[in-house]
């Protein structure tokens, strides 16, 4: 009995041996080395500190593992004064050669991701630790990537002689298993979404969007989403959208199909002379608030339960110029804001070009906005 039990510890042991030896499986499809990123449109988090980066210039969508996943309930407060002169300093540069393209808050652990593009054309992905800038090495990491299908040639350009395959991805969100893309095809109508499942496979759908635009007083099929995000209104999920000279615009999501050609319900014109460049979603006391930020308007916070009260859609031209119409909306006392994102259910992270002409990465609380 006791050499039974003693080649069953045996055997035991070396079960563990080999199962400690065994690869862990990999869910998502992952595997590890350099991550060819030529550009950073848009950056944003889905599941398991799973950071997609968009990148127009090579069309491809690269999920990256951050191996970042130890949860914290609330962040603590970021504050970076001068952000940009520091990026520039870690890189041995000047402010000038830097942009902040985006920045994302991973969900799980708070921690600040923030994506730059160099004047020489060179993508840099960096996170915070607490007030240090550090690098990710994306030349050796965890990784997939898709190719965009149908997007603007490199010879293209648009009137004013900007490169259109800059523009094939203009934001990036992941909801319900799937990142979203807004940005351009090459198709009739440029103005695209794009939906493509996580893991990544050689599915991806896209349709074409037409909305009616009252700052300029006709139906534009061309124009891509600079910023979206998704909302469930009246029980129904939609794709909420803003476009420069700012409209706003809702699609219902279970009418994206691909293939389709889809027009969107303008509930709002918020102003012309004016880019929306991020939008989030805060609640407080049980009522979601929209909120975007703007090339040159204030914050703006809508309230969702007016968009689900407005039953209507502009079809008319705005007539005074600069005028709004249709969803009430407040303006913030927070100008220059060039990102944000939620930090957490109490605190907005914020980027934001001070009037004295610093930049400067800190921490809202989010009371204060609603």
Not at 126 to 141: A, F, M, R, S, W
Not at 146 to 170: E, F, H, T, W, Y
Not at 270 to 291: C, E, Q, R
Not at 331 to 354: I, S
Request: charge should be neutral; include cysteine.
């Amino acid at each position: 009995m006791k050499k039974i039990y003693f080649f069953t510890a045996i055997g035991a042991a070396f079960i563990i041996l080999l199962s400690a030896n065994r690869p862990i499986p990999n869910p998502y499809g992952l595997k590890q080395g350099a991550a060819e990123i030529k550009s950073i449109s848009a950056i944003s988090f889905g599941p398991d500190g799973i950071l997609f980066i968009g990148d127009s210039k090579s069309a491809m969508v690269f999920a990256i593992d951050t191996k970042d996943k130890t949860m914290v309930e609330k962040a603590t407060a970021t504050e970076v004064k001068n952000i940009d002169q520091k990026i520039a300093a870690a890189l041995g540069t000047e402010a000038k050669n830097v942009r902040i393209q985006d920045i994302a808050v991973n969900p799980i652990s708070k921690k600040v991701y923030i994506a730059v593009q160099s004047n020489d054309g060179t993508p840099l992905l960096l996170t915070l630790e607490g007030d240090k800038i550090v690098p990710v090495n994306l030349k050796d990491i965890s990784h997939s990537s898709i190719s965009i299908a149908n997007v603007p040639g490199d010879d293209m350009k648009d009137r004013n002689g900007r490169p259109l395959r800059d523009q094939s991805i203009s934001d990036l969100n992941y909801a319900d298993g799937s990142v979203m893309l807004s940005g351009l095809s090459n198709q009739e109508f440029g103005s695209t979404f794009r939906k493509i499942s996580f893991p990544f496979s050689d599915k991806q759908e896209q349709a074409s969007l037409e909305i009616y635009h009252a700052a300029h007083g006709k139906f534009e099929t061309n124009a891509p989403i600079r910023t979206f995000t998704t909302a469930e209104l009246n029980g129904k999920k939609y794709l909420v959208a803003s476009y420069t000279c700012t409209p706003l615009v809702l699609f219902p999501l279970d009418e994206l199909k691909p293939g389709k050609h889809v027009k969107g319900r303008t509930v709002a014109e918020f102003g012309a002379g004016n880019s929306p460049v991020d939008m989030i979603t805060l609640k407080k006391d049980g009522i979601s608030y929209l909120f975007m930020a703007n090339t040159n308007r204030p914050v703006m916070r809508i309230n969702y339960k007016n968009i689900e009260s407005y039953e209507g859609t502009l079809t008319e031209p705005i007539k005074e110029s600069y005028g709004t119409a249709g969803v009430s909306f407040t303006n913030l006392p927070a100008v220059n804001v060039l990102q944000m994102d939620k930090l957490d259910e109490t605190q907005v992270l914020v980027l934001q070009r001070r009037a004295n002409g610093d930049l400067d990465l800190y921490t809202a609380r989010a009371d204060r906005w609603m």
